[in-house]
Every structure is written in C-alpha cells, then in structure tokens.
C-alpha cells in the first residue's frame, strides 16, 4: 500500500494546516511541480513564472502541512545551499473519531498480510508436496504399461513427466487460499459497512 496512513478529524490542527496550506491555487500548482519529481524553490519559481517570496509562503505551507518534504540538499556553484523538495508518500483520510477509520484500516491491512503470507508459505511448500505425490503415480503407471519392452519404456516416460503435468481443471492451492482470503475480507468490510450505516 502506499507510505504512511494519516488519518485526520474535521477540525484538528493537522486538518487545519492542510486545509490552508490547500485553499491557494497556487499551492495546486506546486505540487503538480513536484508530482513530476524533486524541485528547488527556484525551479517552481522559473515554472510557475511567479515572484520567489510567493513561491516561499505556499512551500512553507506545504511544508508544515506535510504534504511536502525536503528530499535533499545540494550546493549551487557558488557554494549557496539548495534545498530540494518533494512531495511525501501519504495517505490522507479525513473522517470523524466516530468512524474509527485508523483501527479499521490497520485491522484490515494486516488480516490481508496474513492472507499474503499464507499465500507465499503455500507456494514454498508446493514443490516439496509435489514431490511426494509422484512417486505415488509411478508403481500405477508401470502396471497399467504394455508387458512388451516398448510398452514398458512408454509406461516409464510418462511417470517420469506426471509430476510436471497438474491435473485438469484443478485449481492452484495457492491461489485458492489466496482468493478465499480476499473473498473473507470483502465479507467482513461488507458487515461493517452494513453496522456503520446501521449505527448513523
């Protein structure tokens, strides 16, 4: 997913910040700048072709919002420090404390990573399962071959690649338990979409 997940209430300062630091135009027009990549204050000046202190005021803004950060910092050729900014890997999400969005998001985010998890152990664990189930198959095969010399290597040949070959129409376990774990959470975000509208 994304960076860090901020979850913000109507009114708190944070919002407060943002909301300022977003009511200008201009600060629109800078981060689609730094959307792009890293700019100085220059740079967004030169683009924007609006005076620097100007440029300054809405980069302070932002900066203090946190909607942008200072990536790095480089020298000019006349050894001047020059600072870099970009924008911050954020989700934003602005709902009331009644909500609990922040709980019901960590709640969800980690019952989908143990649902990864899972997935991968099963993918790791497919091969040696594999291995198991084929010698299995090659005592069945050897039987069902012809009693004659060619019968018998055909026989052999094809015990040899069962292993390789899956079953028709079976399905993949590790996609299977991958879509029963999605198919689970959508359930449960379902039944809680139902008990909030239920609740206002």
């Given at each position: 997913m994304t960076g860090e997940v901020v979850v913000l209430e109507p009114g708190d300062e944070q919002a407060q910040k943002i909301a300022k630091a977003m009511s200008s135009p201009t600060a629109n027009d800078i981060l689609a700048i730094l959307a792009a990549g890293?700019?100085?204050?220059?740079?967004?000046?030169?683009?924007?072709?609006?005076?620097?202190?100007?440029?300054?005021?809405h980069v302070e803004n932002l900066l203090d919002a946190g909607l942008?950060?200072?990536?790095?910092?480089?020298?000019?050729?006349?050894?001047?420090?020059?600072?870099?900014?970009a924008l911050t890997d954020r989700l934003l999400i602005v709902a009331p404390k009644r909500t609990n969005v922040r709980d019901l998001l960590l709640k969800y985010s980690s019952l989908f990573g143990f649902v990864i998890a899972g997935t991968l152990a099963i993918i790791g664990l497919s091969p040696l399962l594999s291995?198991?189930?084929?010698?299995?198959?090659?005592?069945?095969?050897?039987?069902?071959?012809?009693?004659?010399?060619?019968?018998?290597?055909?026989?052999?040949?094809?015990?040899?690649?069962?292993?390789?070959?899956?079953?028709?129409?079976?399905?993949?376990?590790?996609?299977?338990?991958?879509?029963?774990?999605?198919?689970?959470?959508?359930?449960?975000?379902?039944?809680e979409a139902w008990l909030w509208k239920k609740r206002r």
């Open positions: 890293t700019r100085s204050l220059s740079d967004i000046t030169e683009q924007l072709n609006i005076p620097l202190t100007t440029v300054k005021y942008i950060k200072i990536s790095e910092t480089r020298y000019s050729i006349k050894g001047r420090e020059v600072k870099m900014y291995l198991q189930e084929a010698p299995a198959a090659a005592p069945r095969m050897m039987a069902a071959g012809m009693a004659t010399e060619g019968g018998m290597n055909a026989a052999k040949a094809v015990s040899d690649n069962t292993a390789a070959i899956p079953a028709a129409g079976a399905l993949d376990p590790a996609v299977a338990f991958f879509l029963g774990g999605v198919l689970v959470i959508i359930v449960l975000l379902c039944y």
